[in-house]
């Protein structure tokens, strides 16, 4: 009994599991990796929470309990967690709507939004439900991501200029741009525009010329991630050196010093209403976010994760966020990849970059006064231009029209409506793509290949048909949405062969039927049976049959059931065999 509760245990505390054999040699690992991700995370921090509307002191306080919490509750080695650009933008989307960015209802109401997130994270990881972010396809999320890449690189075009734009679609902040850009801050424009030409640099250039210089891959690769930093480093020592801040480039200011602090959200059952929608929103897109990233990172070394305990980790780190003066977090990318290829062995360099941060946020704060707002919009806009790739629209249309209608419709509503309606359209289309398509499954009447047990559909292959006895196969589960069009078919089929004297549905992937597509097949079997057809079923599947004999369908069928299409072809065939060639 206490070797079975361990277990139970070690399933929701994942760190039972990996830290018992955790030793020195993992935690040297995880310590170097904790470290440079630290050096990474410091700057992308307090760019996201500029992003997000919030002061910049919340990119880091939501860093730190999220990290540790995760690293308790979550399966991934190497994700990464914090908080993210997407994210961020959406944010500020839902709480832009409900108070005054700066304000004390502002960062209320992000507090809240992390609870509500993490709540229902939460409740879908203990009741095991990770499988409903399935509902929202790949190619649809590529669309998304890109399309949020582009408004949010827009969004920030401000801080590198020096003006005061807004907007929540990429319409508005073009048109709110233009018409401040005579109040451009030349001195904000060179810092900006330098910053956004040395980070890109860095990202291609700086690598090579390291390597040539005689650093070996690896070092070279990480030190080139380090850039931003030497970016804020010297942005902010010119900005105090010159006395930039007196002509007009705006500065980070005052940060306080110290932990996070024990924060408390609303409980006010109307903010909740406000802001239901989003948090649904967010909790579904950076769970797929994240679980992509872990479960890419975890295919390298042969490992897997838990995606419903997944829920659990990222909820307990967003439920963490909103206690200690954070935002909503998710898995990043670029910073679990960083943690991935530093040599991250466990989630303890989580936890260790956790320590790191709060360092930081304990003693480093006072030296980033005079660090430029334009070096963190630049930061912004190298990063997310990354996740940009419009190429996901030219494979859709090669590949799957009805995938390129669900891409390029989530790009067009995201840039013009906004992230959130964006994001709503894709959930939405995807659903309908789903029902459009399993509506109208795959059928394909099939014949016997000549010298094998093997049926195929007679308008592909070279085939041997019987007169008398008619075959369909179905390449779908039987549901409400298709029940009536496999009725249709069927009637159809049979009104064209008047010799007919046996019908098959052959079901090797109906994986279900539900109690509509059951009346269909009621239906069918009286139809046939006034019309003097016998119907047989072959290849149904143990779960499926096992429900079809808790009905009295089985006792009704004119027919049989057979094990397979060829028994069931041997059993009705005769000698009136024709053949029935293709096109390939």
């Given at each position: 009994m206490a070797k079975l509760r361990l277990s139970h245990l070690r399933r929701f505390i994942p760190l039972l599991d990996w830290g018992r054999s955790y030793g020195w040699n993992a935690a040297t690992n995880d310590l170097v990796a904790a470290v440079i991700v630290t050096i990474m995370l410091i700057p992308q921090s307090l760019a996201?929470?500029?992003?997000?509307?919030?002061?910049?002191?919340?990119?880091?306080?939501?860093?730190?309990?999220?990290?540790?919490?995760?690293?308790?509750?979550?399966?991934?080695?190497?994700?990464?967690?914090?908080?993210?650009?997407?994210?961020?933008?959406?944010?500020?989307?839902?709480?832009?709507?409900?108070?005054?960015?700066?304000?004390?209802?502002?960062?209320?109401?992000?507090?809240?939004?992390?609870?509500?997130?993490?709540?229902?994270?939460?409740?879908?990881?203990?009741?095991?439900?990770?499988?409903?972010?399935?509902?929202?396809?790949?190619?649809?999320?590529?669309?998304?991501?890109?399309?949020?890449?582009?408004?949010?690189?827009?969004?920030?075009?401000?801080?590198?200029?020096?003006?005061?734009?807004?907007?929540?679609?990429?319409?508005?902040?073009?048109?709110?741009?233009?018409?401040?850009?005579?109040?451009?801050?030349?001195?904000?424009?060179?810092?900006?525009?330098?910053?956004?030409?040395?980070?890109?640099?860095?990202?291609?250039?700086?690598?090579?010329?390291?390597?040539?210089?005689?650093?070996?891959?690896?070092?070279?690769?990480?030190?080139?991630?380090?850039?931003?930093?030497?970016?804020?480093?010297?942005?902010?020592?010119?900005?105090?050196?010159?006395?930039?801040?007196?002509?007009?480039?705006?500065?980070?200011?005052?940060?306080?010093?110290?932990?996070?602090?024990?924060?408390?959200?609303?409980?006010?059952?109307?903010?909740?209403?406000?802001?239901?929608?989003?948090?649904?929103?967010?909790?579904?897109?950076?769970?797929?976010?994240?679980?992509?990233?872990?479960?890419?990172?975890?295919?390298?070394r042969r490992q897997r994760i838990d995606p419903d305990q997944e829920l659990i980790g990222l909820g307990a780190a967003n439920i963490g966020a909103a206690f200690s003066g954070g935002y909503p977090v998710t898995g990043g990318f670029a910073?679990?990849?960083?943690?991935?290829?530093?040599?991250?062995?466990?989630?303890?360099?989580g936890a260790y970059t956790a320590v790191g941060l709060a360092i930081a946020a304990m003693f480093l704060t006072p030296l980033i006064f005079f660090l430029p707002k334009a070096v963190l919009g630049a930061t912004i806009v190298v990063a997310v231009l990354s996740l940009v790739d419009f190429t996901i629209i030219k494979k859709a249309w090669g590949y799957s029209k009805a995938d390129f209608a669900a891409v390029t419709a989530t790009v067009i509503i995201t840039l013009g409506l906004g992230v959130e309606l964006g994001v709503t359209a894709g959930v939405l289309i995807s659903i309908l793509v789903h029902l459009y398509r399993t509506s109208r499954p795959h059928m394909a009447v099939v014949g016997r290949v000549p010298g094998t047990e093997h049926f195929r559909n007679i308008l592909r292959h070279k085939v041997i048909t019987e007169p008398r006895v008619l075959t369909l196969r179905v390449d779908e589960s039987l549901y409400f949405a298709n029940a009536r069009y496999l009725e249709d078919i069927v009637s159809d089929l049979v009104s064209r062969q008047p010799e007919l004297e046996h019908f098959i549905l052959m079901c090797p992937a109906v994986n279900a039927i539900d109690m509509s597509a059951l009346e269909s097949l009621e239906a069918v079997n009286h139809r046939l049976q006034d019309m003097g057809v016998s119907f047989h079923l072959s290849e149904i599947k143990g779960p499926v049959m096992d429900r079809l004999e808790r009905t009295d369908f089985l006792t009704h069928l004119t027919g049989r059931v057979f094990l397979s299409q060829h028994l069931a072809a041997k059993a009705l065939g005769s000698n009136g065999i024709a053949d029935r060639n293709g096109s390939d």
């Open positions: 996201y929470a500029l992003l997000a509307g919030l002061p910049p002191q919340m990119g880091i306080y939501a860093s730190i309990a999220p990290i540790i919490l995760y690293a308790i509750f979550g399966t991934s080695r190497a994700l990464a967690v914090g908080p993210v650009a997407v994210v961020s933008l959406m944010t500020a989307a839902a709480v832009g709507k409900i108070a005054e960015p700066g304000s004390a209802d502002y960062m209320m109401a992000a507090l809240t939004l992390a609870l509500l997130s993490g709540g229902l994270l939460l409740l879908l990881g203990l009741f095991r439900l990770g499988f409903l972010a399935n509902f929202l396809s790949h190619p649809v999320i590529a669309g998304f991501i890109s399309a949020t890449g582009i408004i949010i690189a827009a969004s920030q075009i401000k801080h590198i200029l020096g003006i005061d734009a807004s907007g929540h679609n990429l319409w508005e902040l073009v048109l709110s741009i233009a018409g401040k850009l005579p109040e451009t801050n030349p001195f904000t424009l060179v810092i900006g525009v330098a910053a956004v030409g040395f980070l890109f640099w860095a990202r291609r250039g700086l690598k090579p010329l390291l390597m040539r210089i005689g650093l070996k891959p690896r070092p070279a690769d990480l030190i080139a991630k380090a850039g931003p930093v030497a970016a804020v480093a010297l942005s902010t020592l010119a900005v105090w050196g010159l006395s930039l801040a007196e002509r007009g480039v705006q500065v980070v200011g005052s940060v306080p010093q110290g932990l996070p602090p024990l924060t408390m959200p609303s409980f006010s059952l109307s903010l909740w209403g406000d802001l239901a929608a989003a948090a649904i929103l967010i909790s579904v897109i950076g769970f797929v976010e994240s679980v992509s990233v872990a479960q890419t990172l975890a295919a390298r910073r679990s990849v960083v943690n991935f290829d530093a040599g991250a062995e466990t989630p303890a360099a």
